[in-house]
């Protein structure tokens, strides 16, 4: 047990949610005239449109997606759309950028003059909104409404349909989903041109997602019509998968070799191109993994695993594990329901016995702790062999979304198995590196979201990496002769430079799962040469990161944790003006996070291996999450109440953000970025930094200066819970120097097809009259930190304030909907507060607020 363990919260008041503040975005909008000039060509389309659809061998039947670009919210436009009837069904809308124009901007109010004026900050405002409309009727009554309009700004609507008044004044564009979104924008072709060099290859994999429909008829209309399309042009379903709770519907297929040629070739008429049911062409498949033998022979200590309790709490989705490895017997519960393990060579088995290492017992170079129960490990990943070397690689023949879903209801449902009901938390070190989030949010996120939220389950992500060659701008002998602040500035220059491309990687832009980036940082020794040289310091972010931000620009990745090192050196190719500087593709020794690595039978040796990146950096925060759940259970075991089921994936969340901060990183980025003011740095730096580097240990246990507090519950919509923080102290004088951390997590449900997301949002406010204790935030911007399912900040401050020793801080944990106003549910939510004086010598923190808080009843909110 802690000499100074955690202490639980009392029991919360509850309250009324308080106001967040904040008005709607004022914009001007073109004239009722210039509109119904502007929109004239969009409206003569549909009409043809309209013709063309008459004309087919379909006739009524026939769909088409309209994708309307509008400014503002698209509430109104959702509104209306239903109120056309079942002849058109809104699908989903998105945010967008679109630039501001004579006709479109934003407004910024003078507060005492009431005067409006064009507020030249505000440079992208709106919004896309995707409708099907299921035959030529819904639009021509679309475009007689709009002609009608056009001529008459007053003219009466029918009843019901009277918000496309503001939908056609808000209608920056109009277009029709096709060629370009379905096909050019996914990457197919490039995939499918590397692809098909392999000459024995007779077809290609793909997966066609298909547009939602809430109708299960017209969903099974829908792929009906597409498996007749596959066959005739001679290709095969493999599978098909319609998950509701996420609006997904795609189904699996393979496109004969001639098919596929054709369509590279820039066919556009062959039928599944055209099919106005398919919304994307999706490839399937993905390598992840150490191609080269870079293993060798280890001796480490290894904590005993004799007393490793059977049920585990970590889970790892990851490649197929050797469990007999030495350093792993004992550790692991390997559940192969699929039979991957009948082909899968003990050599190709590296990634799996990597991350199951690193998961059990951290970084072998620097073993602090070992998980005291057993890792659950699926395996979803195949070896393949390429010449003399293996790869791991998520298997083709199947649906991801699918195979994901099915993994983990077989952890938590009857009728599934429910083989390991006692998993908090997930390690998922896996991200599709042809699928780079954009806007809005992919299947794989959106499942991990829902699954969290319906099992109360933490997925811990990888942010996914970038490991292509990198253009730092100087010639490869002048990096090396720099100093490494000259090289650190050369680094973050160049990921700021290629942010656009280093986005992340499905599924790390989940909101409810924790994404984890990867420091440059790790245990190991290593000496530099004229070859192999460290490319930045110690602790700064490494340079293959991907980069945020997430979904409406909340924080992500998350976190930050090391993630090992590599060394680089100069790229040589012909034409080379030697500014390029590659990554190795393997090394025997280090720098790097040392991890198990598979060793042949017969094999005396421990063999381990040296690797660096981000899955190396989720898999070490999952190892975290064992620590943090065995602190949980000594908490609530002296508090003698139970673990809250419904919350521990949360608390452990709460835990392993809580000791995230920035620290020197923002000095540093803020300025090679010249970011000269503070809300510059925390409004921009959240990209590169999240919420920070965790120390872990400030979660675990407190300290003589700093006490932490734990709470726990579930909110409604309109709701909030009070909680107490006593602080019974002098602060009359300015050197006592306070800080307050809280960090909020929550599993929101969602509402998959809106660009709100959330269907509702929790946050929390400093209450009472006492924010000039701690009015000075650090790190992340407010309005950051709470577009997400993480809110974390840190209050820090001097100043000399007047305070009576009886006097409570409060914090306040509020509820509200988001994507659904109307949202009835509840949300499980986890609160931890840590208040510090930093410059205490004599003064026990620790003592003095367990006093106040030990004689409340225990945490019991329900």
């Known amino acids: 047990m802690a000499e100074r363990p955690l202490i639980l919260f009392g029991q919360p008041n509850k309250a009324e949610k308080s106001n967040r503040g904040g008005g709607a975005t004022i914009f001007q909008r073109p004239s009722h005239s210039r509109q119904a000039e502007r929109l004239a060509p969009k409206m003569t389309a549909l009409q043809n449109a309209i013709a063309t659809l008459k004309q087919s061998a379909m006739g009524i039947e026939a769909e088409k997606t309209l994708v309307f670009d509008v400014v503002g919210s698209a509430d109104t436009f959702y509104t209306a759309v239903k109120n056309l009837g079942s002849d058109a069904e809104w699908i989903f809308d998105m945010p967008e950028q679109f630039d501001i124009s004579d006709d479109f901007y934003v407004l910024k109010e003078n507060n005492k003059t009431k005067e409006r004026t064009r507020n030249e900050k505000k440079n992208t405002i709106g919004g896309k909104v995707y409708c099907v409309l299921s035959n030529a009727r819904a639009m021509e009554e679309m475009l007689s409404l709009w002609r009608k309009y056009g001529q008459d700004s007053n003219m009466a609507f029918p009843v019901g349909k009277t918000g496309l008044r503001d939908v056609f004044d808000s209608l920056e564009s109009m277009d029709f989903w096709g060629y370009k979104e379905r096909v050019e924008e996914t990457g197919i072709l490039e995939i499918w041109r590397e692809e098909l060099q392999d000459t024995t290859l007779s077809g290609v994999r793909c997966e066609f997602e298909l547009f939602f429909r809430s109708d299960p008829q017209k969903r099974d209309r829908n792929e009906q019509q597409l498996r007749n399309e596959i066959t005739t042009l001679g290709g095969t379903v493999i599978s098909s998968s319609v998950i509701t709770d996420i609006a997904y519907h795609s189904v699996l297929a393979n496109v004969p070799r001639d098919v596929a040629e054709s369509i590279i070739n820039g066919n556009r008429n062959v039928s599944i191109v055209t099919a106005e049911q398919i919304m994307f062409f999706r490839p399937v498949g993905q390598a992840v993994v150490i191609p080269k033998d870079n293993s060798f022979d280890g001796d480490f200590q290894i904590p005993s695993s004799e007393d490793i309790i059977d049920e585990p709490v970590i889970a790892l989705f990851d490649g197929l594990p050797q469990e007999n490895h030495p350093y792993l017997q004992g550790r692991l519960t390997v559940d192969d329901p699929d039979g991957y393990a009948t082909n899968y060579v003990v050599e190709a088995r590296k990634h799996g016995t990597s991350m199951a290492s690193m998961a059990a017992l951290g970084d072998l170079s620097k073993i602090v702790h070992a998980a005291t129960r057993k890792i659950y490990v699926r395996p979803l990943m195949k070896p393949i062999q390429w010449g003399s070397d293996y790869f791991e690689q998520i298997p083709n023949d199947s649906l991801l979304v699918d195979k994901i879903h099915v993994a983990v209801r077989r952890l938590f449902e009857e009728e599934a198995g429910k083989v390991a009901p006692t998993v908090k938390v997930i390690n998922l070190s896996i991200g599709l590196r042809n699928r780079q989030f954009d806007r809005s949010m992919s299947p794989f996120a959106r499942l991990l979201d829902w699954l969290s939220w319906k099992y109360k389950v933490l997925f811990v992500v990888s942010a996914g990496n970038h490991p292509d060659n990198m253009d730092t701008g100087m010639k490869f002998t002048d990096f090396v002769a720099a100093d490494i602040g000259s090289r650190d500035k050369a680094v973050i220059g160049h990921v700021n430079n290629e942010s656009r491309n280093l986005r992340l990687l499905s599924p790390a832009e989940s909101v409810n799962a924790l994404t984890v980036g990867a420091t440059f940082e790790d245990a190991s020794a290593f000496t530099e040469n004229t070859r192999q040289i460290l490319p930045c310091s110690d602790g700064l972010p490494s340079a293959i990161n991907s980069v945020g931000m997430g979904m409406n620009n909340a924080i992500k990745p998350d976190i930050l944790f090391p993630g090992g090192r590599s ?276 003064i026990d923190v620790y003592a003095k607020v367990a006093e106040r808080v030990s004689t409340k009843v225990p945490n019991l909110v329900t």
């Open 567 to 842: 060394w680089v050196r100069e790229f040589i190719r012909h034409g080379s003006d030697g500014t390029i500087i590659e990554w190795p593709d393997s090394a025997t020794r280090e720098p790097g996070t040392v991890s198990a690595a598979p060793l042949a039978a017969g094999n005396a040796a421990n063999k381990v291996m040296y690797t660096f990146g981000t899955s190396n950096s989720a898999a070490l925060v999952s190892h975290e999450a064992s620590r943090c759940y065995d602190t949980l259970l000594e908490v609530f075991g002296s508090a003698e109440e139970a673990v809250p089921d419904e919350h521990v994936a949360l608390l452990i969340k709460a835990m392993l953000v809580h000791g995230a901060e920035w620290g020197a990183l923002s000095d540093k980025y803020a300025k090679v970025l010249n970011l000269t003011k503070r809300q510059d740095r925390s409004s921009k730096l959240h990209r590169f930094l999240g919420f920070g580097k965790p120390d872990i240990e400030r979660a675990i246990e407190c300290a003589k200066n700093r006490v932490t507090l734990v709470g726990y519950g579930d909110l409604k919509n309109g709701e909030a819970h009070i909680y107490d923080l006593p602080l019974p102290f002098n602060f009359s004088s300015s050197k006592i120097c306070r800080r307050l951390t809280a960090t909020l997590t929550y599993f929101p449900p969602f509402v998959p097809t809106r660009q709100k997301y959330r269907a509702a949002q929790l946050w929390y406010s400093i209450e009472n009259g006492k924010k000039n204790l701690l009015d000075s935030r650090m790190d992340v911007d407010w309005n950051a930190a709470v577009r997400g399912s993480v809110q974390h900040e840190i209050f820090e401050n001097n100043n000399t304030v007047v305070w009576d020793e009886n006097d409570t801080l409060q914090v306040k944990v509020n509820c509200r909907g988001d994507a659904d106003d109307r949202f009835s549910g509840s949300v499980p939510y986890a609160l931890i507060v840590s208040f510090e004086i930093k410059n205490a010598i004599d």
